[in-house]
Every structure is written in structure tokens, then in C-alpha cells.
């Protein structure tokens, strides 16, 4: 049972160029979330599917855009990466009552010089 | 919407010490409480979790955590600690309010010294 897949593990970018970071999931969770962890900040909610078919902003949208491609797959997109986007970004799932807990993929290192 | 806040940004013990890592949440309604840990280099991963029921709340590794509603608090504890028990660790919350969606505090970086 693989949980959560996120890939790349480590990118870097050069200023202006784009990317996508994929992530899956085999739980059969209708929730997806993308997170950025920052030292000092936390995890910021970056954007979140509440289901297949729907995106929604989360605390920190600017500069991305993302794909819920079927209920397996959640996608960030950078269409023009910037020095401030370097950080660790997390793919995560969960069910969609309150109790249910998020399972977190690996991580992505990115880095943006 | 709901916010966490995490008060100990940085804790450093020694081994067999007591932990207590507090976390205070903001809002009225219904919430499903969690903490999560980090180890270094690692994924998030669920330590315990709260959501009806018992307040006392025990989960691995012999963490446990206390919900105290009239405190808006969650604070997480366990009575001695170990050289691997060093990670940082995330409280969070789900609420009604905001559509379930779980809000992490910022973080406090737990360090043990052997």
C-alpha cells in the first residue's frame, strides 16, 4: 500500500521557469491538499480538492495553480517559478469526515535560484 | 476560521525527561484535534488524535494528549523521552467551520540529548 506519492523528491528551478509536482494517492480519499513548510511558518495550505472536480484556494495560492485530475491524482503547478517559492512542498489526503486524519506524501524540496 | 497556535517554538531535553508541548486553538464550534510528528528528513505522520469521547487521549509511542475544551487546548505529553523522540512536532485542527480542512500550527522543534 504505497499511501501517498509525490514526485519529484528534489527539483531545482531557474527563476521564471515552470513545473509540475504530481501527486497520487490509493486510498480512495476524496480529500487532497497541497502544503508548503517553511522553517518557523509551519504548513501553509497552498490549495485543496474538498472532491474530484473541484479546487479551492487555501492561505497561500499566489504564483500556483493546480489540477485534480481524477480522484487519485492532485497536481501543483508553478508557471513561473520565483526565489520565494523555494521551500519543501507536501501532497496530502484525507477522508472527508472530520475525524479523518491526512496522510502525507514524501515531500519536494524545491529549490528556486 | 480556526487557528493553532503552538506556544514552544524550540524545546531541548534531556533523555528520560518529562515533555509537555502546548497548543491552543480558536474556534466555538465543533473540532477534531491532532498532533502529528516529523522526523528529521521525513514526512508528517499521526502521533494521536482526538474527536469525541475520552479527553485524555493516548497514542504511539507513549504519547498522549488532553483535550480541555474550556481551555481551547490540546496539549500534547509523555513522561519521559528519548534520544528518538527528537523530530518536530505539529498540532492541528479540522473544524466544522471551515470545511474540515486541517490547520497546523506552526511548530515545535523537539530536541533530546542522549
Known amino acids: 500500500n504505497a499511501g501517498v506519492t509525490q514526485t519529484p523528491k528534489f527539483q531545482v528551478l531557474k527563476t521564471g521557469q515552470s513545473m509540475t509536482l504530481q501527486c497520487a494517492q490509493d486510498?480512495?480519499?476524496?480529500?487532497m491538499y497541497w502544503y508548503r513548510q517553511d522553517p518557523g511558518m509551519g504548513l501553509r495550505l497552498i490549495y485543496y480538492?474538498?472532491?474530484?472536480?473541484?479546487?479551492d484556494k487555501g492561505e497561500v495560492p499566489n504564483g500556483y495553480n493546480v489540477s485534480r485530475l481524477n480522484k487519485r491524482e492532485f497536481s501543483l503547478r508553478l508557471e513561473s517559478a520565483a526565489p520565494s517559492q523555494t521551500s519543501v512542498y507536501f501532497c496530502a489526503s484525507s477522508g472527508i469526515w472530520g475525524a479523518a486524519e491526512a496522510f502525507f506524501g514524501q515531500g519536494t524540496r524545491l529549490t528556486v535560484v | 476560521a480556526q487557528s493553532v497556535s503552538q506556544h514552544n517554538h524550540h524545546v531541548i531535553l534531556s533523555e528520560a525527561a518529562s515533555l509537555e508541548l502546548g497548543c491552543n486553538y480558536s474556534?466555538?464550534?465543533?473540532?477534531?484535534l491532532f498532533w502529528y510528528v516529523q522526523y528529521p528528513g521525513q514526512h508528517l505522520q499521526l502521533l494521536l488524535k482526538y474527536f469525541s469521547g475520552d479527553p485524555l487521549v493516548k497514542g504511539i509511542k507513549g504519547f498522549e494528549a488532553e483535550f480541555i475544551k474550556s481551555k481551547f487546548s490540546f496539549n500534547l505529553r509523555k513522561p519521559s523521552v528519548q534520544w528518538s523522540d527528537t523530530a518536530e512536532y505539529f498540532c492541528?485542527?479540522?473544524?466544522?467551520?471551515?470545511?474540515?480542512?486541517?490547520?497546523f500550527g506552526r511548530g515545535t522543534s523537539l530536541i533530546v540529548h542522549p
Open positions: 492541528a485542527v479540522k473544524a466544522s467551520g471551515g470545511s474540515y480542512i486541517p490547520t
Open positions: 486510498m480512495n480519499h476524496n480529500s
Open positions: 480538492s474538498a472532491s474530484e472536480g473541484t479546487t
Open positions: 474556534y466555538g464550534g465543533t473540532v477534531n
